[in-house]
């Protein structure tokens, strides 16, 4: 049998040293790359996942407005009269997606010259409905009367008596 002359201690010191250099990580360019590549993706993630949250919050809205519609028609044919408020119809901690409550004026019991809320108006100044008033003030959770505020531009509104309901932008 040959005997190498290599000493036991050596061989294992060899070992060690040649596996710390298979196994060594990344270095500090790639794991910045890394890094760079990371915060692009979410530079472009990040605002589209914002936009479709908005979105949905949108169709939410539309599809809660289209609902109560259908609640207050219906108490319109029971009663013959429309609802003094949400809460007649069971709709008054009724919340729109951005946490708000939704907003109703029976536009033929209101008083159009005294204080409080009037009927939402469109850019020629003219009722946008003769019934009655529904929307959600949006995601800034301010309104004015006027659809052509810049604070109204976010509502989801009903308008033309029910024939429209969406964003008061598109109105």
Known sequence: MIQNNIPRGAVRAGM???MREECSGFSIIELMIIAAIVAMLSAIAVPLYAEYIEKARIIRAVSDIVN?????????MDN????????????GTFQDPWGAPYQYLNI???DSTGPGP???KDKWVHPINSDYDLYSMGQDGRSNEALTAHVS???VIRANDG??????SDF
């Open 153 to 155: 531009k976010d509502d």
């Open 80 to 91: 013959n009269r429309y609802p003094p408020s949400l809460a007649e119809v069971g709709y």
């Open 163 to 168: 024939a429209y309901i969406g964003l008061a």
């Open 118 to 120: 009037k009927p939402r």
């Open 16 to 18: 060690r040293e040649s």
């Open 68 to 76: 109560i519609s259908k609640t207050i028609t219906t108490y319109n």
């Open 108 to 110: 033929q019991t209101a």
